[in-house]
């Protein structure tokens, strides 16, 4: 386990230093935009953490409820936690790519908004968490808002799509086009990997801890 | 009666936050056998209780009533258990009737207010079926308690100090109650803070002391007494 | 059969509890009183203005309401731990969840009838030619509310910040039906067809449909205790 963790630890570092790397030496300065876009390499990687983060609570509070694992329950309060760090990056790199961009930190941009909600709803799932002193009712109360919580992520997605851009034309500016050079591309996706490996390296070193936590209570 | 235990709890455990509230205890109640749990305030009584309700879920260790387990099968343990706990799980709102129409459909059993009317006047509330619980006093919701767990025929019954509150009749009436609970072949597990007359209508007695049972005799084996003098030492030890 | 005859003998004891009380329906009219004046303040005596806001304030309005009221759905469950004795009655324990989100859609109804009443009268606006459609969403909105709500109660009812935690956990969840109703309603009151917003009608009722099916498959965890 210990090695496990060290290893995943040292790919992430080494895939972040190559991520780095490709995102401000190989890929292109882009033409419209200019410097500002490749904040992109960290805008994306990191939403896609967050909702792979919430997939896996949505699916550890299942296997808990089911199973009744105390193994189960730390993944899932592991990888929210772990998720709501990452979608407050993916907030604040969107505004900070949006000042230059839009003229404004804030723009209700439908991707914004989603992860904004996205946001305060696993806040809220990590404060249940917190307010509920006996370990096995936390676990069991969590993992109900956690499958309700996923199930909501479709809804909000396009609730909140169609909200923007019904009676109104579709937004200006669309970060990430879909015709992508293939540099910008392999860019991204480097930084994906990367970004997952450092996702996977603190959820077991957060699992690790709840784990340690757990046996220092029942001892 | 050589059947199996109604009641049969092995090395059961409870911890509770850092906690530890039951450590290991093994304990049967066989079929119509009743036994009294002595504890200190925060010995486990009430946990062993809930434990065996199927409101609490153990941390190690297991517990099986009327050979159904009070984890893995929490329907089939509830279908045969009795609770009277701390709270008497009466509506102050609704009447003394009300409450047991209400519970007995919930039930999913027949709610016909004859039934209800009996069983009313088994605990001598017939005359009060259509005063709300509220207007009651502390003795009268007990009854009105014990009424709603006879009207849904438990096999087993787990109660936590149920004397408490009563007068003196309505205790005679529970030990009658108990009595013929017991000949039906019904188990009871009771918890009580008495040395004396709540024992009556008991066969054993263990004590429990810091979350273990410290001692598990037959109630004629011990005077109240000598029973005073046992439950002093194991609840120093606990100190 | 006898499901349906257990959620009925909940929804039909919250009822008469709340009969005998009145506390949560008195207070909760008083409180779309308040609403009504609030908003009133809020926007000033402009009529446009007031007419232009009017979807949004009445679900406004009605979620508040909700907050309120729904919160309280299991406060008559803690007295003498009656919670306790609805889990250890033998039987599906997601017939209380049906009978408390019943007794509560009758509840949410009640105080948003009395909401667009007092709407219709204060801001004086005509909606009767509206009223079919805006009763359709309002019905499909007030399911997805109630089912999620009723869920939550019970999930904050025994956490000491449950008056705080309560709205906290609801709201973000009832982002989807909070949009979906407040342009559904603004595409009603604007005299639209109910076909020009299909496809916010179809994201209500697939969100109804979500929540009521997870809150009956998840009830049970909550009620353990």
Redesign the interface.
């Known amino acids: 386990m210990a090695t496990a963790s060290r290893v995943l630890g040292w790919l992430a570092a080494l895939g972040l230093a190559g991520g780095l790397a490709m995102g401000f030496g190989v890929a292109p300065r882009e033409t419209t935009q200019g410097f500002v876009q490749r904040i992109m390499y960290l805008h994306v990687p990191t939403a896609w953490v967050a909702y792979l983060a919430f997939g896996v609570v949505f699916v550890a509070s299942i296997v808990y409820l089911a199973r009744r694992t105390d193994a189960a329950d730390r993944v899932a309060h592991a990888s929210a936690e772990v998720g709501v760090v990452f979608t407050g990056l993916t907030i604040a790199a969107g505004s900070i790519w949006g000042k230059p961009t839009w003229g404004t930190w804030w723009t209700w941009d439908a991707r914004l908004t989603s992860v904004a909600v996205l946001f305060v709803m696993y806040l809220g799932y990590l404060l249940l968490r917190g307010m509920i ?4 009712r936390g676990a069991r109360y969590a993992a109900v808002l956690g499958i309700i919580a996923a199930l909501d992520v479709p809804l909000v997605h396009f609730s909140v799509y169609w909200w923007r851009t019904l009676h109104q034309p579709p937004s200006v500016m669309k970060p990430g086009a879909p015709t992508m050079p293939p540099v910008i591309l392999a860019t991204l996706l480097v930084n994906v990997v990367a970004f997952t490996l450092l996702y996977l390296y603190f959820v077991t070193k957060r699992v690790e801890l709840l784990r340690r936590e757990q046996e220092a ?2 001892a | 009666m050589t059947a199996d235990p109604l009641i049969r709890v092995t090395g059961l455990t409870k ?4 906690a530890l509230i039951l450590d290991g205890v093994t304990i049967e109640v066989k079929a119509g056998e009743a036994v009294a749990l002595l504890g200190a305030n925060g010995a486990g009584k009430t946990t062993l209780l809930k434990v065996l ?5 153990p ?1 190690r260790g297991s517990a099986t009533v009327a050979g159904h387990d009070c984890v893995r099968d929490a ?1 089939g343990v ?2 045969h ?1 009795g ?1 009277i ?10 009447t003394a009737i ?1 409450n047991l129409r ?2 007995s ?4 059993r027949d709610a016909r207010d004859a039934a209800l009317q009996a069983a009313l006047t088994d605990v001598e509330l017939d005359a009060f079926a259509d005063e ?1 619980v509220r207007s009651f006093s502390a003795g009268m919701k007990r009854r009105l308690a014990l009424a709603r767990v006879a009207m ?1 025929e438990p096999t087993v019954l787990l109660l936590d100090e149920p004397f408490s509150a009563l007068d003196q009749r309505a205790r005679k009436w529970l030990e009658e109650y108990l009595g013929s609970f017991k000949d039906r072949g019904g188990a009871v597990m009771m918890a009580t803070h008495s040395f004396s007359r709540d024992l009556q209508i008991t066969d054993r007695v263990a004590i429990l002391a810091a979350g273990k049972i410290a001692l598990d005799t037959p109630r004629s084996a011990v005077s109240p007494d000598e029973l005073r003098r046992l439950y002093a030492l194991h609840t120093e030890d606990l100190a | 059969m ?1 499901f349906a ?2 959620a ?3 929804t ?2 919250d009822v ?2 709340e009969r ?2 009145k506390e949560t329906l008195n207070a909760l009219v008083f409180f779309a009183l308040l609403l009504l004046f609030a908003f009133q303040f809020a926007l000033g005596p402009d009529r446009d203005r007031l007419a232009q806001a009017m979807p949004g304030l009445l679900w406004l309005g009605f979620i508040l309401s909700g907050l309120l009221g729904l919160g309280r759905t299991f406060v ?1 469950e803690r ?4 919670w ?8 599906d324990k997601s ?1 209380v969840y049906v009978g408390k989100l019943a007794g509560n859609l009758l509840l949410m109804f009640t105080v948003e009838a009395l909401l667009i009443a007092l709407f219709a009268v204060f801001f004086n606006v005509d909606l009767s030619a509206a009223l079919p459609a805006l009763t359709l969403v309002v019905a499909l909105g007030t399911v997805g509310l109630a089912a999620v709500g009723t869920l939550f109660a019970a999930m904050t009812a025994n956490i000491r910040a449950r008056e705080l935690l309560f709205p906290i956990l609801l709201l973000p969840v009832q982002v989807p039906v909070l949009l979906g109703t407040v342009k559904a309603t603004e595409a009603v009151l604007a005299g639209e067809p109910l076909a020009a917003v299909a496809q916010w009608l179809k994201l209500l009722v697939a969100a109804d449909l979500i929540y009521v099916v997870s809150g009956l498959l998840t009830f049970d965890f909550i009620l353990e ?1």
């Open positions: 002193e006996e370990p096995e209570r029942l | 911890v509770f936050g850092n309700a199927t409101i609490t879920r941390t329907e509830r279908r258990v609770l706990a701390h709270g008497s799980y009466l509506y102050e709102d609704l009300e209400f519970w459909a919930f039930a999913g709300r849904l | 006898s005859r257990r009925w003998a909940v039909w004891k008469l509890v005998r009380s008559t007295e003498n731990d009656c306790e004795a609805l889990l250890l009655t033998p039987g017939a205790g």
